[in-house]
């Protein structure tokens, strides 16, 4: 069960189950979304890498967790205690905190803060202790590399174990290798500058594309127990052209980088509004191929880059651009967890990704040919897929059919037509009933799903969230269809429990609900729309 799940059965529930030992206290990586909760004891939880979005919470315990690289997007903190909490690397946007204490947290220089109020740039309640820069000089040999692939691969085995990584860290120190270093200031005061202050020894073969040459960098990294977890790389200057596959390939060879897991690829300079030129990633993957660190990376992003609206209209956004060739790269990461591919054309190739989980493709208008390479992947552990600005014409039943052979949870179709064919589909198929989230938001809802949703809405009910936020509805269904509890219309909105709505088993199904299987303002109408053509699940 996952924590979210966890958290929707209550408080009580939840907290006697963590007294109990039966909540694992390694939860990296957890997806919270539109949750509303309070009173929850999530002290000591490892929530590093997590998301929380849109979530209210209130009363919860904290103390002692880590959200090391937690990204939290909206919702509320209202007197929730962070005390001894580890937030290096975290993001908080758009987030409100309210009453909450943060005495003894650390990794406050490392925060990311955007639009968010009540915590400002560090705690008033941090101890002095905390605050106060690290008295002791750095001790190191200027280009000492130690390796011992016994620990490396000790570490590599378990990249979460944070006594491992300060253990590691130590002996590096030991060696006199500057990484050390890295590893035990991480999360505490003064880890940013101490990194901008020894970029050259740190990164010796990146450090002025880190500075950006006085402009902006065409390096970001992100840091994990010290060393570089991930790097976007983008070269948008034309002041300063860089060759992008040369580039991954000084960072992928740099010491810190050596346990890199997620590499993602912005723009390459060359690239003009307007789709003028092409953004060719061929020869970054023909660099990529001779890299033996390949096998550690679970993450890749390609084309990442803002669409941002140029002009009042709604819809009027700066174009994708294409992606190019990506086909040779699939056989180098056996390990690859999660993928994203932003562009508008180019060659997948043959998607054979056995550890993939996420697969995120957001295109507009995309070539016949990219649809075919996503329908015949091969992907057994898929749990996540999205496929966004999907304006043309496809194969929506095949996509379905090819979905339905792998333990899909979440699948997004944003920006779609109409969700007409698709709750139509869903409902004759069997990926329905594994789903957990249906995001179709950004798309057209008509009076025909609206009917055809609250006709089978025991069908839907055992989902955690069917976004239908940023659609057009039709006022005759508009009050029903909102006030279902796994309906989200607006993306802020935290969701109600849905205990009530438990999964029916294959006998229970029918033709519609009776009136004990729907709220009551879920209630059809007495006189049904007899002039819509809406079949029942089987297609009738």
């Given at each position: 069960m996952t924590l979210s799940e966890e958290l929707r059965r209550g408080p009580r529930k939840f907290n006697a189950r963590r007294k109990a030992g039966e909540i694992p206290l390694d939860q990296s990586g957890a997806t919270l979304s539109h949750l509303f909760f309070a009173k929850a004891d999530l002290?000591?939880?490892?929530?590093?890498?997590?998301?929380?979005?849109?979530?209210?919470?209130?009363?919860?315990?904290?103390?002692?967790?880590?959200?090391?690289?937690?990204?939290?997007?909206?919702?509320?903190?209202?007197?929730?205690?962070?005390?001894?909490?580890?937030?290096?690397?975290?993001?908080?946007?758009?987030?409100?905190?309210?009453?909450?204490?943060?005495?003894?947290?650390?990794?406050?220089?490392?925060?990311?803060?955007?639009?968010?109020?009540?915590?400002?740039?560090?705690?008033?309640?941090?101890?002095?202790?905390?605050?106060?820069?690290?008295?002791?000089?750095?001790?190191?040999?200027?280009?000492?590399?130690?390796?011992?692939?016994?620990?490396?691969?000790?570490?590599?085995?378990h990249p979460n174990d944070a006594a491992r990584w300060l253990v590691y860290g130590d002996w590096l120190q030991s060696e006199g290798d500057?990484?050390?270093?890295?590893?035990?200031?991480?999360?505490?005061?003064?880890?940013?500058?101490?990194?901008?202050?020894?970029?050259?020894?740190?990164?010796?073969?990146?450090?002025?594309?880190?500075?950006?040459?006085?402009?902006?960098?065409?390096?970001?990294?992100?840091?994990?127990?010290?060393?570089?977890?991930?790097?976007?790389?983008?070269?948008?200057?034309?002041?300063?052209?860089?060759?992008?596959?040369?580039?991954?390939?000084?960072?992928?060879?740099?010491?810190?980088?050596?346990?890199?897991?997620?590499?993602?690829?912005?723009?390459?300079?060359?690239?003009?509004?307007?789709?003028?030129?092409?953004?060719?990633?061929a020869p970054v993957i023909e660099s990529l191929i001779k890299e033996p660190k390949l096998q550690r990376l679970?993450?890749?992003?390609?084309?990442?880059?803002?669409?941002?609206?140029?002009?009042?209209?709604?819809?009027?956004?700066?174009?994708?651009?294409?992606?190019?060739?990506?086909?040779?790269?699939?056989?180098?990461?056996?390990?690859?967890?999660?993928?994203?591919?932003?562009?508008?054309?180019?060659?997948?190739?043959?998607?054979?990704?056995?550890?993939?989980?996420?697969?995120?493709?957001?295109?507009?208008?995309?070539?016949?040919?990219?649809?075919?390479e996503i329908l015949a992947a091969r992907w057994p552990k898929l749990e996540h897929f999205e496929l966004w600005e999907f304006d043309s014409e496809f194969d929506l039943e095949a996509l379905l059919h090819a979905l339905s052979a792998v333990p899909l949870k979440h699948l997004a179709l944003p920006g779609m037509m109409s969700t007409d064919r698709l709750f139509e589909l869903l409902l004759a198929g069997s990926l329905l009933k594994k789903l957990k989230v249906l995001d179709v938001h950004d798309t057209p809802f008509s009076e025909r799903s609206a009917a055809f949703l609250l006709r089978n809405v025991a069908r839907f009910s055992h989902l955690e969230r069917l976004d239908l936020s940023d659609s057009q509805f039709d006022v005759r269904r508009d009050d029903a269809v909102a006030k279902l509890p796994f309906v989200v219309l607006d993306r802020k909105r935290a969701l109600p429990t849905v205990e009530q709505y438990e999964e029916p088993s294959d006998d229970e199904y029918d033709d519609g609900p009776d009136d004990s299987d729907l709220p009551e303002e879920a209630m059809p109408p007495e006189a049904p729309n007899a002039d819509l053509d809406i079949p029942d699940e089987h297609g009738d």
């Amino acid at each position: 069960m996952t924590l979210s799940e966890e958290l929707r059965r209550g408080p009580r529930k939840f907290n006697a189950r963590r007294k109990a030992g039966e909540i694992p206290l390694d939860q990296s990586g957890a997806t919270l979304s539109h949750l509303f909760f309070a009173k929850a004891d999530l002290s000591k939880l490892d929530l590093s890498n997590s998301e929380f979005e849109d979530c209210e919470v209130s009363d919860c315990d904290f103390r002692g967790a880590s959200l090391e690289g937690a990204y939290v997007h909206g919702g509320r903190f209202e007197r929730c205690d962070f005390r001894g909490a580890r937030l290096s690397g975290a993001t908080f946007e758009g987030v409100e905190f309210a009453e909450c204490d943060f005495e003894g947290a650390t990794g406050f220089d490392t925060l990311e803060l955007l639009d968010t109020r009540g915590l400002g740039g560090k705690p008033a309640t941090v101890s002095d202790q905390q605050t106060a820069p690290l008295a002791e000089e750095p001790k190191f040999v200027a280009g000492k590399v130690a390796v011992d692939e016994a620990r490396e691969r000790d570490i590599d085995a378990h990249p979460n174990d944070a006594a491992r990584w300060l253990v590691y860290g130590d002996w590096l120190q030991s060696e006199g290798d500057v990484r050390g270093e890295l590893v035990t200031r991480h999360g505490k005061p003064g880890f940013a500058t101490f990194v901008q202050d020894h970029l050259e020894s740190l990164f010796p073969s990146f450090a002025d594309e880190l500075r950006g040459g006085g402009q902006a960098p065409e390096v970001e990294l992100e840091f994990r127990h010290g060393l570089v977890h991930g790097a976007l790389l983008h070269a948008l200057s034309r002041e300063r052209p860089v060759k992008l596959g040369e580039l991954a390939h000084r960072v992928l060879a740099a010491p810190a980088c050596r346990f890199i897991r997620r590499l993602s690829f912005g723009l390459n300079h060359d690239v003009t509004h307007y789709g003028e030129r092409q953004n060719d990633y061929a020869p970054v993957i023909e660099s990529l191929i001779k890299e033996p660190k390949l096998q550690r990376l679970t993450h890749l992003e390609f084309g990442i880059q803002e669409r941002e609206v140029v002009a009042d209209e709604q819809y009027d956004r700066e174009p994708l651009h294409s992606f190019g060739d990506l086909s040779e790269l699939w056989p180098h990461v056996p390990h690859l967890e999660q993928l994203t591919v932003q562009g508008n054309g180019g060659t997948l190739g043959n998607l054979e990704l056995p550890s993939l989980r996420v697969a995120r493709f957001l295109t507009d208008n995309p070539d016949e040919q990219v649809v075919d390479e996503i329908l015949a992947a091969r992907w057994p552990k898929l749990e996540h897929f999205e496929l966004w600005e999907f304006d043309s014409e496809f194969d929506l039943e095949a996509l379905l059919h090819a979905l339905s052979a792998v333990p899909l949870k979440h699948l997004a179709l944003p920006g779609m037509m109409s969700t007409d064919r698709l709750f139509e589909l869903l409902l004759a198929g069997s990926l329905l009933k594994k789903l957990k989230v249906l995001d179709v938001h950004d798309t057209p809802f008509s009076e025909r799903s609206a009917a055809f949703l609250l006709r089978n809405v025991a069908r839907f009910s055992h989902l955690e969230r069917l976004d239908l936020s940023d659609s057009q509805f039709d006022v005759r269904r508009d009050d029903a269809v909102a006030k279902l509890p796994f309906v989200v219309l607006d993306r802020k909105r935290a969701l109600p429990t849905v205990e009530q709505y438990e999964e029916p088993s294959d006998d229970e199904y029918d033709d519609g609900p009776d009136d004990s299987d729907l709220p009551e303002e879920a209630m059809p109408p007495e006189a049904p729309n007899a002039d819509l053509d809406i079949p029942d699940e089987h297609g009738d």
